[in-house]
């Protein structure tokens, strides 16, 4: 009789370490299946969003056979030509608008991120219509709004004034501005055609 429950005692502790060993096994399992899940959408996620970085930017069509107006053109436009991308149509549209508009192609030398090199590829491809110079007045306009202008800077605009008022009248023609000490005839040449005396 004791040893039938010695050994019924014996079976249930085997089952119970059974069960547990079971209930452990199942606990992995389960742990698993939660973590496989999880770094499956994680890799899904970042196979996505990678696949998002590599789409190709679109890109303004390129047309070797164009020939555009400066003056009558936007950033979109000069995009056109092969060599000038956003930011160099940017800098040549807003150059443009500094000057008053473009009067000879040459001027594109002067404009920001425009080296030699790139000049000779894109000069083929623009000219500078006619166009209404948007011009500034020599005796009435401030120091600061002349100083806005590409070819004067804040002294020479400053000596602008000073003779002036030295010889307490305005400029009666545009070469009296070559009298200004400051001002030199290749900036005087440069300066000329956008130069008005009175409005």
């Known amino acids: ?13 085997h089952k ?15 742990i698993f299946f939660f973590v496989k899940d999880k770094f499956s959408t994680l890799e899904a996620n970042e196979s996505k969003n990678i696949s998002i970085k590599q789409q190709p930017v679109p890109q303004y069509p390129i047309k070797d056979s164009v020939y555009l107006d400066l003056n009558a053109s936007d950033t979109l436009d000069l995009q056109e030509v092969r060599g000038v991308g956003k930011v160099r149509a940017r800098n040549i549209y807003k150059y443009g608008q500094k000057l008053g508009g473009y009067i000879s192609v040459e001027q594109l030398k002067e404009v920001y991120s ?8 894109i000069k083929p491809h623009f000219y500078a219509g006619k166009t209404e110079i948007k011009k500034i007045n020599i005796n009435s306009d401030d120091p600061k709004y002349l100083a806005r202008h590409p070819y004067i800077d804040f002294a020479l605009a400053k000596a602008f004034i000073r ?14 501005i070559k009298l200004v000490h400051l ?12 130069i008005k005396l009175s409005d």
């Open 1 to 13: 009789m004791n040893n039938k429950i010695r050994l019924k005692r014996i079976s249930n502790r």
């Open 163 to 176: 003779f002036r008022k030295r010889y307490e009248k305005d400029f009666t023609k545009i070469e009296d």
């Open 183 to 194: 001002m030199d005839e290749e900036t005087f040449n440069k300066l000329r055609p956008y």
């Open 16 to 30: 119970n370490a059974i069960y547990f060993l079971f209930g452990i096994a199942l606990g992995f399992g389960l």
């Open 114 to 121: 425009i080296d030699s090199a790139i000049f000779e590829q």
